[in-house]
C-alpha cells in the first residue's frame, strides 16, 4: 500500500462515528435505565429488621433479662467468629422506671492471638416502667461502644460493622500510643 491509497471516503467514516455514538448512546441509556430502577426498587424494599417478643413488665428478673438479651442478640446477622461475654452491670432507679444495665463485649479470638487485642461493647438497658401496666412488655434499648444513636429493638437492625470499627479504631489508637 503507498501512501496515495485511499482505504474509504468521508462518507463510510461518518457512517461509522454514527453507528458508534449510537452504540454509546444506547448503553449509556441502558445503564442509566437499570441504576433508576435498582434506586426505585432500593427505596420501596422493606427490610426485616429482626425483634423477639418480649418479657411482660411484671415477668422481669435479672436473669431473664440477660437471657432475653442473649435470644436478641442471636437474630443478628454476625460471622460465627465473633465471640461475647454478657455480664450485668447494675440498676438505675428513676422517678417512674427502673432501668437495668448489661454490658456485652464482643470480640474476634484466633488460633494465633487467642487473648483479642480489643474488645468492643454493646450497652442494653432494659426499663421496666412504674406507672404503666405491668402486662406490657419492658422497653428495651442499646448503644454501641463509642456512638451516642440509641438503638431500639425492631427499629434498627444490628449492623457487624459497628463491632468491627470500635475494635479497628481501639487498636489503631494503640498502636499510635505504644509505637
Known sequence: MNDNTVVGDDGDLEAIK????????NAIQ?????????????????YEVPNI?????????????LLQIEEYMRTWELHESWLHWTNYLGEEELEYS??????VRWSIPTCRKPIPRATA?????????????STLPV??????????????PGKS??????L????????SLMETIYF
Not at 415477668?59 to 431473664?64: A, E, L, N, P, Q
Not at 427502673?98 to 454490658?103: A, E, N, S, V, W
Not at 437492625?157 to 459497628?162: D, I, L, P, S
Not at 468491627?164 to 487498636?171: A, D, G, M, N, P
Request: glycine share 6%.
Open 18 to 25: 454514527e453507528k458508534a455514538l449510537l452504540i454509546v448512546t
Open 30 to 46: 441502558g445503564a442509566t435505565d437499570a441504576v433508576g430502577n435498582l434506586q426505585k426498587e432500593e427505596a420501596g424494599a422493606k
Open 53 to 65: 417478643a418480649w418479657m411482660k413488665c411484671q415477668d422481669f428478673t435479672i436473669g431473664k433479662g
Open 98 to 103: 427502673m432501668r437495668y444495665h448489661y454490658r
Open 121 to 133: 461493647c454493646v450497652y442494653f438497658v432494659i426499663e421496666i416502667s412504674k406507672v404503666r401496666p
Open 139 to 152: 422497653e428495651v434499648f442499646f448503644i454501641v461502644e463509642t456512638n451516642k444513636l440509641i438503638h431500639r
Open 157 to 162: 437492625r444490628f449492623k457487624e460493622k459497628w
Open 164 to 171: 468491627k470499627e470500635v475494635i479497628e479504631s481501639k487498636i
